[in-house]
Structure formats: structure tokens, C-alpha cells
């Protein structure tokens, strides 16, 4: 059952009838503003933890790929101008 604003004022009433208004109101402030569809699961946030290290841990390697080529290439060209000099 979906809860719309209808359903959420008519459980306001009611809790404010039981506990009172202020009580009520605290009550209200700690539910989700949507509905418990759109909120995230601690599930959620491990899936996407995860899929952040993987990207990171892709960049990382391809950094590592570029970093290691330019260096040795670098070393290329110093040897040559080395033997040339």
C-alpha cells in the first residue's frame, strides 16, 4: 500500500489524538519525506561502494599503465641521447 499525503495526514490525527501534538509531530519528522521506495538500504550503499572501488581500482590501473610507459620511454630516449653524446 502506497502512503500518499492523504494517509500520512490521517496517521498525523490520529498519533496527535494518542500522544499529543508536539509528540506527534516528532514522530512525523522521523519518518521519510517519500515514500520507502526511494530511500536507500544500507544494501544500496554497499552496491555502490563497490562499484566505486571497481572504478577506482580500473583508474588506478590504467594511471599505473600510462605512468610506468612514460617513464620507461623516457629512459629510452635519455639512453639513446646518452649513446649518441
Known amino acids: 500500500m502506497a502512503v500518499d499525503e492523504r494517509r500520512r495526514h490521517e496517521m498525523y490525527l490520529k498519533l496527535e489524538e494518542v500522544l499529543g501534538p508536539d509528540e506527534a509531530t516528532t514522530l512525523m519528522e522521523h519518518l521519510p519525506p517519500v515514500g520507502w521506495a526511494d530511500v536507500a538500504t544500507k544494501r544500496d550503499l554497499d552496491h555502490l561502494s563497490d562499484r566505486i572501488m571497481l572504478a577506482v581500482h580500473v583508474e588506478m590501473n590504467r594511471v599505473m599503465r ?20
Open 66 to 85: 600510462w605512468s610506468v610507459t612514460t617513464m620507461l620511454s623516457g629512459m629510452g630516449i635519455a639512453f639513446v641521447i646518452a649513446r649518441v653524446a
